[in-house]
């Protein structure tokens, strides 16, 4: 039977489906993201090969399941595998997105180069660039072992057929939106296109043991482009963060089910590919000014693992009716619940003020234990109080102007002997577990007005 065809709507953001146009998604509520695209219809045999897929599939007890030990793969660049929680799970999708240029696909093909030289049969299949543009990149990188296979092919079918035929061990398809299921009717890259390839790919990962990943670009707004259900689909969701201009890359987990989502990885862009970043405290804090207000250095938590950031802050006097705030790298709401509880506890005049707040480096920090970084970076902007530049500091401000206890503070303290600073600036409630560590200053602070006060007092100034 020849396949019906009808038309859909569907929403760019979240996939939602609907068979009317609407102004509004009642999935994700953005506007006018509805586009109308044909869809295939099933037919009679499918139903047929439907049953006898389920005549194959039978119920098993709980007890009856064995875990047995985890076996993973190491890609053999560190910083990739704690991303990944520890290697490759066999058989999992992998869905690696980022902005144009930012390096996916030179990450991708160095992990098959690390591969390949470990023994294990990759295979690197793209839609977007021919075989001797490749060959040109893979030049650049290094030297690759005969075990890695390439191909230049769009279409799924004959995907699948090639993975069944060399049953590589790992797989990359670059990207998602340039392939395509010749039973769905749209072009590649619309919503439909992606969800199917998304869905195939999956079957074949499930199905062959084959462990997959999967480039997508991002919109203007950050998202990969196609439906949000495509994130849902894959077992592992990474992102490549940081400017495409600058010389740094990190590598954030979205989503993972077989590991923590509060891993990092930091990378350098050098002209043989990227290079891992073994300590990137001392990378993020290279180029710090010293003796200048308005800068100090906090710590912060990103999975197991504590990261020293130097916190900037410049406030002047406003020459317009409504003061100025900018917010850059961390969140701007909460920049301005800090300047408020500066004003109100420890009373420092900043209505009328502009406030700029950076985090060096170009890196995302949303923890609240930079929160006394943050709010000691303004107070040392405004009062022209410069911080001591062998100290640290970090915990959580609240309403009323605590300094509230944060997690892994011994962590953080060691980091900071580890690089050598100083002094160390916490909570006062942080102090039971990090009292025995030796060899740097602990100054315990309880409020915001206690903290400004010691910052003045190491250095003999006036607050």
């Known amino acids: 039977m020849a396949k019906a065809k009808k038309m859909a709507f569907f929403c760019q953001n979240c996939g939602y489906e609907s068979g009317k146009w609407m102004g509004q998604c009642p999935g994700c509520r953005e506007w006018n993201t509805f586009v109308e695209e044909p869809v295939s219809t099933g037919t009679a045999s499918s139903g047929g090969n439907a049953a006898k897929r389920t005549l194959k599939s039978k119920p098993v007890r709980l007890s009856e399941i064995s875990t047995g030990s985890e076996e993973r793969i190491s890609t053999g660049i560190r910083e990739l595998d ?3 929680g520890g290697g490759i799970v066999p058989g999992s999708l992998t869905l690696v997105g980022g902005d144009p240029g930012i390096g996916k696909s030179t990450l991708l093909l160095q992990v098959c180069r690390m591969l390949s030289k470990d ?7 793209s839609g977007e660039e021919s075989l001797r543009q490749i060959k040109l990149r893979a030049v650049r990188i290094g030297d690759f072992s005969e075990s890695l296979t390439l191909l230049c092919e769009t279409n799924l079918d004959q995907i699948r057929n090639v993975i069944e035929t060399e049953k590589p061990e790992v797989a990359v398809i670059d990207s998602i939106q340039t392939m395509y299921n010749e039973e769905v009717a749209s072009a590649p890259g619309s ?5 199917e390839s998304t869905n195939v790919l999956m079957q074949i990962a499930k199905g062959l043991g084959v462990s997959i990943f999967i480039v997508g670009h991002v919109t203007k707004d950050g998202n990969v482009a196609g439906p949000r259900v495509l994130e849902h689909m894959v077992d592992t969701v990474l992102y490549f963060e940081g400017d495409r201009h600058a010389s740094y890359r990190i590598l954030r987990g979205v989503k993972n089910r077989f590991g923590s989502t509060n891993e990092i990885g930091v990378f350098e862009m050098k002209a043989e590919g990227l290079a891992e970043v073994k300590n990137p405290s001392e990378y993020m804090l290279s180029g710090r000014p010293e003796g200048a207000s308005g800068s100090v250095v906090a710590c912060s938590i990103e999975g197991t693992r504590p990261i020293l950031i130097e916190i900037q802050a410049l406030v002047c006097h406003s020459n317009f009716g409504i003061p100025r705030r900018t917010a850059a790298g961390c969140d701007f709401n909460r920049v301005n619940l800090l300047m408020a509880v500066l004003e109100k506890r420890a009373r420092i005049n900043l209505s009328s003020s502009d406030a700029y707040v950076n985090i060096a480096g170009g890196v995302r920090m949303n923890e609240p234990a930079i929160d006394l970084g943050i709010a000691l970076a303004i107070a040392s902007s405004q009062k022209d109080l410069v911080i001591d530049d062998h100290t640290v500091v ?9 300094i509230r206890a944060v997690n892994m503070a011994e962590q953080r303290v060691l980091e900071a002997k580890k690089l050598g600073f100083q002094k160390v600036i916490l909570p006062s409630v942080c102090m039971k577990s990090v009292e ?8 315990p602070v309880e409020n915001i007005q206690e903290a400004i006060l010691r910052i003045s007092e190491i250095r003999g100034q006036t607050p």
């Open 82 to 84: 704690r991303v990944l």
């Open 436 to 443: 025995k560590i030796g060899g740097i200053a602990l100054v």
């Open 191 to 195: 919503v439909s296109q992606v969800r």
């Open 119 to 125: 023994g294990r049969k990759v295979l690197y299949i």
């Open 394 to 402: 970090f915990g959580e401000i609240g309403l009323g102007g605590e």
